[in-house]
């Protein structure tokens, strides 16, 4: 499932530097690493891991604790009938599962939600007669039913069969109705289903289990004029005598209940088959069908890839891809048949954005990595979430980079993709790769970037160490030996180490069994002979700057120096020697390639910086050590003033990579910044507008030939930074002459192209007032697509005079489910009157709020719950959001609730070190534009 935190935030990629440096610079490193393997198995390397001895021990009994049904009854068949009232919203089903029961028993428990089950009866293999339950006993709070039987019912297999009713809901959970416009304006109805991790049980009643695998049968009774499918093709269908016709899907493998799906509604579709014999289809809302071509193309190029990678063809006969009007996720990866925000999966052609074009086809590729990781293998249980998630997100780079390799996916996953991984777990609130669960709903709240981002940033670093060879030979063994069965993580380490000849589980278990990542410090570095010996100490990185607890890492330490690699070593121990070549820069995490921070001496630093100016140092190297360098000013580690120093040496920067990771800084300070002095801040907003102006004029406004997708790219970045930072009279016509081209004729692409357009907005309501509002409101009445609509939420509350007009809009349901807190983040990031205008409207309106969300995904309350307090900078303000939600508690929401209170107050710490540094001096500030 593509999840709600790259909706938020977009997930893109860092450097393989040694990758893309050379096939003989990579393997030069791995006959290193081969011979580094033996301190890494050694036990020495083991017993400075002392607080993973208890992991281990949790490890072989990770079942003990979690909230199971009784295995009485175990499912091997379903054959589901649904009949779905797209006017009443409500559907009809029932549900025959054959199986069998374990030992005898007059109970059988299974799991069902906000459903109408009126009988009950099981026939018996042994007896063939049927008994019908006595009672119905329904518990709300676990969500499952009890079926009371009035005589035993044997062991051995038989059929339960259950008729229910359920409710078409408007929450994007479960069975669910989603509302469109069609092409002749009239409003339409369709259905369709989001089931993972825990809504099959608002559809039938069932064991909604990952390791219950069973087979699925499915019939579908819809109005004849419908369109209706499945996970597999059509076996049957046969018109009724009512105007509506039944559909029978043929039996699909052995699945889990997650990942059955159903979809009705009017459609139109593309169609293309692979290399391999598979037939794709893309459906669209009637008339978008030429929108669909874009997914068409990646989901072709992406299932035969990865047919390749993993050596076990894909096992469906077909692949049907939808886009859902209305949904809470990305995507979610249905075996046969994805589900997709339309956004996320449709592409005008000609108005598509860059940005629009890398996301559909990462979230496309994330999804069909999932056809194996996830759906042909499956993880045991929710605590090892990662092995699909990470796994996909990780594939899903090397899928696209595959097909659009002047992408450069592997420059980007470091300031997106690994960013956003040590971004969070650098909190005490975080959590290990591999989380204890034992109610099911706890996984709601790991849907995010750990499970994710970090998840994918340790498979690269896996994948750095072993090479490309031993780990695609050891994923083709783990889908050979697991298919259509459920694992758990040391399953993967044993066939990783089974290929590779090397001890995995002793690389590995650092990453995935502890929460955190180190901070590799370089302590000292003396030159003599040729050579330079560096001494290197680890810690456990943490945001606020505090002292670990002693816990330590298995480091890959992948070194360049003069962008030369060197030899790949091991760090396990909290002090390690390094001796590389003498001459030039020396950079730890070549590529950014291990989730971990680095720390330089200001001698090191410096000869950093030069790589920089000069661009010796690989781009996503100056992005990584941007990064790194912020992460640890703001934790108290390092001087601000090196950080504003090394800015500086990025005058010159021309990178599309480098200059996202100088916007997400640049943007980062001026929100801490603004709440301190004026002075300093005033100081920094010149700094920073010298900083842009170049690099911004040489790209210009007006798109060119040459651009290519990451010049466009560039440009779209280096206008969002001057519609935020820009006072220069020429760049407010700029943007004011664009969008008013754009206000008289919206089709117009050229004057106001979708690369920057929320930029624009975005600038040109800061300038403007009333009449260029509405005027924006006007151009989201006007929008064709959804990507146009969130192009407008996102700038919207970019208006002073607007904030609680625009709040009381999005929230008054004009705007959908799904979307609606795009505008609430646009207010409170637009400034610090914005932030605390939108912190006090979800306060006083928290009850609506929570009734709109009540029984939708959580990720949409996260979302609502960071846009209205998450950038906050002062104890004050993180005491209050304490004191708010314990006074309204949000079980599902406590582990991001956390997570944001603990980010202000590391946020309101390096408020205070800033405004106690040489930053007030205005010659620090002139001797940076010297």
């Known amino acids: 499932m593509c999840c709600m935190l790259r909706t938020l935030r977009g997930a893109a990629a860092a450097c393989l530097q040694l990758a893309s440096r050379g096939a003989h610079a990579l393997a030069g490193g791995m006959a290193s690493a081969s011979s580094a393997w033996a ?115 044997p062991a051995g297999e038989g059929v339960l069969t259950i008729p229910f009713v359920g409710t078409l809901n408007n929450q994007m959970a479960g069975f669910y109705r989603s509302s469109y416009t069609d092409i002749h304006g009239n409003k339409k109805i369709m259905a369709s289903t989001q089931f993972e991790p825990l809504d099959a049980r608002r559809a039938l009643p069932c064991v909604d289990e990952p390791a219950v695998k069973a087979v699925f049968s499915v019939t579908m009774t819809v109005d004849a004029a419908l369109t209706a499918f499945s996970n597999m093709p059509e076996q049957e269908c046969t018109l009724l005598p009512n105007g509506k016709k039944r559909i029978t899907f043929l039996d699909t493998p052995k699945m889990s209940t997650y990942l059955l799906a159903f979809v009705v509604g009017e459609l139109d579709f593309v169609q293309t088959v692979t290399n391999h014999g598979v037939i794709i289809r893309v459906y669209t809302p009637p008339g978008k069908a030429e929108q669909g071509l874009f997914s068409l193309e990646c989901a072709k190029k992406s299932l035969d890839y990865f047919d390749d990678f993993f050596a076990v063809p894909y096992p469906l006969p077909k692949l049907d891809m939808v886009g859902i009007p209305e949904f809470a996720m990305g995507a979610m990866e249905n075996w046969g048949l994805v589900t997709y925000r339309e956004v996320d999966m449709l592409i005008d052609p000609a108005k598509a954005s860059p940005q629009q074009r890398e996301r559909v086809c990462t979230v496309v590729a994330h999804e069909l990595a999932h056809q194996w990781f996830g759906n042909l293998v499956t993880m045991a249980w929710w605590s090892d979430l990662w092995l699909n998630e990470g796994f996909a997100t990780f594939m899903q780079n090397l899928a696209t980079d595959n097909i659009f390799p002047d992408w450069r996916m592997w420059d980007q996953f470091g300031v997106d993709i690994l960013a956003g991984a040590l971004n969070l777990d650098s909190l005490r609130s975080s959590h290990p790769i591999q989380v204890p669960i034992a109610h099911a709903e706890e996984v709601e709240e790991v849907f995010d970037a750990i499970s994710y981002l970090k998840g994918a940033s340790v498979n690269r670093m896996l994948y750095s160490v072993l090479g490309e060879a031993a780990f695609k030979a050891a994923l083709q063994l783990y889908m050979a030996r697991h298919k259509y069965s459920n694992t758990e993580t040391t399953d993967l380490w044993a066939a990783l180490g089974e290929a590779s000849k090397h001890d995995v589980h002793a690389l590995m278990a650092s990453w995935t069994e502890q929460m955190g990542y180190p901070l590799v410090k370089i302590t000292g570095a003396t030159t003599a002979d040729g050579s330079t010996t560096l001494q290197l100490h680890q810690q456990w990185f943490l945001a606020d700057g505090s002292a670990g607890d002693g816990r330590l890492w298995t480091i890959p330490l992948i070194t360049s120096v003069n962008g030369k690699a060197q030899p790949i070593h091991f760090m396990k121990d909290a002090s390690h020697t390094l001796t590389v070549p003498a001459g030039g ?54 001087d601000p003033a090196e950080l504003l120093s090394l800015l500086a040496a990025f005058k010159d920067e021309d990178n599309a990579t480098v200059w996202s990771a100088l916007s997400t800084v640049l943007q980062a300070l001026d929100k801490i910044l603004v709440g301190g002095s004026p002075a300093i801040h005033t100081s920094f907003l010149n700094f920073t507008a010298r900083l842009i102006a170049l690099p911004a004029a040489k790209v210009g406004w007006t798109p060119k030939s040459t651009d290519g997708h990451r010049g466009k790219m560039l440009r779209a970045t280096l206008i969002g930074l001057v519609g935020r930072f820009s006072t220069r009279e020429e760049d407010i016509a700029e943007a004011r002459k664009r969008f008013s081209a754009l206000v008289a004729n919206p089709s117009d692409i050229l004057a106001c192209p979708s690369d920057y357009r929320t930029s624009v907005f975005q600038a040109v309501l800061r300038w403007g007032g009333p009449t260029e509002y509405a005027q924006l409101k006007g151009l989201f009445e006007a929008a064709q697509s959804d990507a146009e609509r969130k192009q407008v939420l996102l700038a919207l509350g970019f208006s002073d005079v607007s904030h609680v007009q625009t709040l009381d809009w999005t929230t008054s349901g004009a705007v959908k489910l799904q979307d609606f807190f795009y505008p609430m983040m646009s207010v409170s990031s637009s400034s610090k009157a914005g932030l605390e205008t939108t912190w006090q409207y979800f306060q006083t309106h928290f009850q609506r709020l929570h009734t709109m969300l009540a029984t939708a995904s959580p990720s949409l309350m996260d979302a609502v719950i960071g846009s209205s307090c998450a950038g906050f900078t002062s104890t004050q303000r993180a005491d209050e959001v304490v004191a708010f939600f ?15 209170v603990e980010g202000i107050r590391v946020n309101a710490a390096f408020t205070s070190r800033i405004e106690q540094s040489g930053l007030g001096k205005e010659s620090f500030w002139q001797s940076l534009s010297a």
């Open 585 to 638: 820069w020396i950079k730890l995490n070549a590529g950014q390639t291990v989730p971990c921070r680095v720390q330089y001496t200001p001698e090191l630093l410096s000869l950093l910086a030069t790589g920089v100016s000069d661009k010796t140092l690989p781009p996503a190297d100056r992005a990584g050590l941007l990064l790194d360098t912020y992460a640890l000013t703001k934790a108290g580690l390092q």
């Open 39 to 153: 301190s890494v198995r050694s036990p020495a390397s083991r017993s400075n891991v002392r607080h993973l001895f208890c992991s281990h021990i949790m490890a072989e009994n990770k079942a003990s604790g979690r909230v199971l049904l009784s295995n009485a009854f175990v499912p091997a068949r379903y054959a589901v009938s649904i009949e779905p009232d797209l006017v009443r919203f409500i559907f009809d089903g029932s549900v025959s599962i054959s199986g069998t029961v374990e030992t005898e028993t007059t109970i059988i428990t299974l799991h069902s939600k906000e459903l109408l089950i009126p009988s009950a009866t099981f026939v018996s293999a042994k007896t063939n007669k049927p008994v019908n339950a006595s009672q119905i006993n329904f518990n709300l709070k676990e969500t499952t039913v009890q079926l009371v039987f009035p005589e035993p019912i």
């Open 886 to 900: 314990e006074a309204h508690p949000l079980p599902t929401n406590q582990r991001r609730i956390t997570q944001i």
